[in-house]
């Protein structure tokens, strides 16, 4: 078990490392095409492409480690108002909703990607990318936020801390 749970979170820590890696080449990219334009060259289409698709898996593979660190944007408003008791069963109920819509979002993504790789489908613009490439981070992404949405079911840590405003 401990193996799995040591492979698991390399996986998960693997994709937030290709989500920084991923927002470093965005950045890359529009200061190289903006470069290209003020020198009179025309950008790359690629480059314009990659950045599209970069987008895309910088998200997809990033917000799994955003939940485990509770980086995502949620309002502690209410939470910093009720008594610890009633806290920790709000914030269970609200992870578990969260799982929940994560599945949902994993099974339909699984279907999209199976959908792609039965029809051969491609992206054709700067050049020909396989669709099912882009499709692959939805259900394994949705994946790993429901398993990381289901610790903070199960855990000992809540996702909400009761504390309102910021805190950094």
Request: hydrophobic fraction near 55%; aromatic fraction near 16%.
């Amino acid at each position: 078990m401990r193996f799995v749970s040591r492979f698991y979170d390399g996986l998960l820590y693997l994709m937030a490392l290709i989500a920084a890696a991923t927002l470093v080449w965005l950045m890359l990219s529009v200061v190289i095409s903006v470069a290209m334009r003020n020198f009179g060259i025309q950008p790359f289409a690629w480059l314009f492409t990659s950045a599209e698709y970069g987008l895309l898996y910088m998200t997809m593979l990033g917000a799994p480690w955003l939940v485990r660190e509770r980086g995502h944007v949620h309002i502690e408003l209410v939470t910093a108002a009720l008594p610890p008791a009633s806290r920790r069963v709000v914030s269970r109920v609200v992870a578990l909703g969260c799982v929940i819509v994560s599945l949902i979002l994993a099974w339909y993504g699984l279907e999209l990607f199976l959908k792609n790789v039965e029809r051969s489908d491609f992206d054709v613009r700067a050049y020909f990318y396989p669709r099912w490439m882009l499709t692959i981070t939805f259900p394994i992404a949705f994946s790993f936020m429901a398993i990381e949405f289901a610790r903070f079911v199960f855990g000992t840590e809540l996702m909400h801390s009761g504390e309102a405003g910021i805190h950094e």
